[in-house]
């Protein structure tokens, strides 16, 4: 069975930084594109970055420059490395499977999620 377990969450102050890890189980790791999405309160869920197996990566506009994504095959985990840390990006942060060796943009696409990890930028 495959499982994802999001952490890393937490309270920081704008201008912060927070490293989120996705750890993943019961499968080829390194065979799959990971994606993060978020939701903020209020909103819909937000697609935020993708890599792919060969560890291409693609941001949303909103955090590029701020955020980077990236994959350890050997632990099974993929990372979201977030710096200057915004108050809009307060969110649950979820981590998210494709099904494929690309990283899924859109929620209809992912096969699996890991559960949230509350991210609050706040002073």
């Known amino acids: 069975e495959v499982q994802l377990q999001a952490s890393g969450g937490g309270l920081v102050q704008p201008g912060g930084s927070l490293r989120l890890s996705c750890a993943a189980s019961?499968?080829?790791?390194?065979?799959?594109?990971m994606s993060w999405f978020r939701q903020a309160p209020g909103k819909d869920l937000e697609w935020v970055s993708g890599?792919?197996?060969?560890?291409?990566?693609a941001y949303v506009d909103s955090v590029k420059g701020r955020f980077t994504i990236s994959r350890d095959n050997a632990k099974n985990t993929a990372y979201l490395q977030m710096s200057s840390l915004k108050p809009e990006d307060t969110a649950v942060y979820y981590c998210?499977?494709?099904?494929?060796?690309?990283?899924?943009?859109?929620?209809?696409?992912?096969?699996?999620w890991g559960k949230g990890t509350l991210v609050t930028v706040s002073s």
């Open positions: 998210a499977k494709s099904p494929t060796q690309e990283a899924e943009t859109r929620t209809p696409d992912v096969d699996y």
């Open positions: 019961g499968l080829i790791f390194s065979n799959y594109g």
């Open positions: 890599i792919n197996s060969n560890s291409v990566t």
